[in-house]
Structure formats: structure tokens, C-alpha cells
């Protein structure tokens, strides 16, 4: 498992704090272990289809209802899938396929405050907070029930997707891992954000 963290708030230019940023590598059974189909994904369609079963769409909508139920038992509320989140995080799921990085920065590629510019999301005449979470999984550990618990079994993790006062959120899903394009497995981005 690989996790670093940056904190990144924003307002008006002047005004600019800093993007939490959080990494989460699911691999194989080393990690999480077998899929279980206990509590996690309860009621969330798609929750437990591998890289085979469902599509990446159909993977990004069982997120969104799996966030959001451990949110609400956090007693956090709701995040809206946000259309230019979902625009940001699929294209970074893209790029970190395509050149073979597993990084909130790839090779050619900008941070995520400017992909978040690029994709329509920021500027705002606001104050605002964005963060980003990543992880892929190989075969069983693909499906978004096993991301979704390994990131809630990650303290840092857990702070992005369910706290910061974020009411937006955007997940990309790809097919294949950073380091095999076509390798049985997906890799997953998590862009949330506000803004005030």
C-alpha cells in the first residue's frame, strides 16, 4: 500500500490555502483479501461486478451509491455526481493507463487543481476544496464493493471521501492497472470537491 497526502483549500486567488490528496494501491489478494459480500455494497447495484461483468459506467454508479452509504452511516451527507468531476476523474484514470503511472501527477499531465480548471469545475469567484483518491485492483479486488472498503479500511482515505465538507464528486474507471493496460483488473479515480 502506498498513501501520501497533500492538503490543498481554495478561495479567491488572493485567498488560496492549498488538494488533499490520498493514494490507496489495491493489489490482488495481498491487501484486502477475498471479496466479501457482507455489508459492503448492500443495495448498490453492480457493487461486486469485476472488470468483466459490469462496465466502467456501471462501476462509476455503484461507487456513487457505495460513498454515499458510508456517508451517511458516518453521518456525513450525500455528494452529487458532478459531471465535470466524473469528466476530470476519468481522464486521469486514462492518462495513468496510457503512460503507466499511478500518481496524482503523471508524465505530460497538469495537477489536479488545473485538470480541475480544464474540465470546467474551477475557476469559481469562490472559496472551494477539492481532493483526489486512487486505487486499482486485479481480478476479484476490481470490483467497486472491495475499493469502496479499502479506502474506508484507510484513515487517510476515509478523511477525503467522507469528510471535507465536499458536496460534489466524480469517479473515473478504466479498464487494465497503471503497469498493464490489459491486465484483468481497473483503475479507479475519486474526485470531491465544494464549492462556497
Not at 17 to 29: D, E, N, Q, Y
Amino acid at each position: 500500500m502506498a498513501s501520501a497526502v497533500r492538503i490543498r483549500l481554495g478561495g479567491p486567488i488572493s485567498q488560496r490555502v492549498g488538494v488533499i490528496c490520498l493514494v490507496l494501491t489495491v493489489v490482488s489478494v495481498g491487501l484486502v483479501g477475498l471479496p466479501e459480500r457482507s455489508r459492503a455494497g448492500g443495495g448498490c447495484r453492480f457493487a461486486h461486478g469485476v472488470y468483466d461483468q459490469i462496465s466502467n459506467q456501471e462501476a462509476e454508479h455503484a461507487l456513487v451509491c457505495l460513498l454515499n452509504k458510508e456517508r451517511h452511516e458516518a453521518g456525513s451527507p450525500r455528494l452529487d455526481q458532478n459531471k465535470q468531476l466524473t469528466a476530470a476523474a476519468g481522464k486521469h484514470s486514462r492518462t495513468m493507463k496510457r503512460v503507466r503511472c499511478f500518481a496524482h501527477t503523471c508524465r505530460g499531465e497538469p495537477g489536479l487543481e488545473s485538470r480541475l480548471r480544464h474540465a470546467g469545475y474551477l475557476p469559481c469567484n469562490c472559496f472551494y476544496g477539492i481532493g483526489e483518491a486512487l486505487a486499482y485492483g486485479v481480478g476479484a479486488n476490481s470490483a467497486p464493493a472491495v475499493i469502496m472498503r479499502s479506502w474506508m479500511r484507510s484513515p487517510k482515505h476515509r478523511v477525503i471521501l467522507l469528510g471535507g465538507g465536499y458536496d460534489d464528486v466524480g469517479f473515473g474507471v478504466v479498464r487494465g492497472i497503471p503497469s498493464d493496460a490489459d491486465a484483468e483488473g481497473r483503475i479507479f479515480t475519486a474526485d470531491v470537491g465544494y464549492r462556497r
